[in-house]
């Protein structure tokens, strides 16, 4: 009995040490009827670049995917783009009004290339379009907001334009094959056509060593009230 109860304890401590998953979505809730086709729904090449304010992380996140949805407005296209999209993501001092229109101005030293390739599927009102990091990315939002660089290339728009879903369309900056995307600010909207976007995350950090030694505490009391217990 007792060593049957030791070994339920170690393992409760064990779950407790493991690090939980989250996701999180950045700009809910979208635009009603609108959306942004760049970078990923129209025969856009060029460069496009979203800066997500770091008060909507809670905590370090991996990023092991990103997610865009396109649910408020149908504009009956069958397939998403063809041509080559190569996401970075990196940390920022640039905010949604700093952002300089020299892209290499905002991009972090930490810069990752996190995907390159297709992303061609067909397509329907309603699906999301999941786009699987080759490089997971870990990011602290205690280090500064997060930036979005994404260089389209050879992109064709044959089953039709989809506009993903937005939040806040005020303005936004576009220069020939550039668009500087302007996003999403703590509940507040400013500048520009941000993408409503989810990130598939594994939270990397541990318990804090407070947290794991008031919860050893409260295992020690617990296995004194058992001992008590069982030896009544």
Do not use: H
Request: proline share 3%; hydrophobic share 40%; glycine share 14%.
């Amino acid at each position: 009995m007792k060593k049957s109860l030791a070994t339920a304890f170690f393992c409760v401590a064990l779950l407790a040490a493991i690090p939980a998953l989250a996701n999180v979505t950045v700009g809910l809730p979208a635009d009603a009827g609108t959306g942004n086709c760049f970078p990923f729904g129209c025969a856009y090449s060029g460069e496009y670049q979203q800066v997500y304010n770091s008060g909507q992380f809670s905590g370090t996140i991996t990023i092991t995917d990103l997610e865009f949805f396109n649910t408020a407005f149908d504009n009956g296209a069958t397939a998403t783009n063809t041509g080559n999209f190569a996401i970075s993501l990196s940390t920022t001092s640039a905010d949604w009004n700093t952002l300089s229109p020299t892209f290499a101005n905002n991009i972090g030293g930490n810069n990752t290339l996190v995907f390159s390739g297709s992303i061609s599927q067909a397509w329907a009102f309603g699906d999301t379009l999941t786009i699987t990091l080759s490089t997971p990315f870990t990011y602290n939002p205690g280090a500064g907001n997060l930036l979005m660089d994404v260089v389209a290339t050879g992109t064709n728009a044959a089953g039709g334009t989809i506009y993903f879903d937005t939040n806040g369309y005020n303005g936004g900056t576009r220069d020939g094959n550039t668009f500087l995307g302007r996003v999403y600010n703590g509940g507040s909207i400013d500048s520009g056509y941000g993408l409503v976007t989810g990130f598939s995350t594994g939270v990397s950090t541990v318990p804090e060593p407070g947290s794991l030694a008031l919860f050893g505490s409260g295992v020690i009391g617990l296995m004194a009230v058992v001992r008590r217990k069982l030896n009544m």
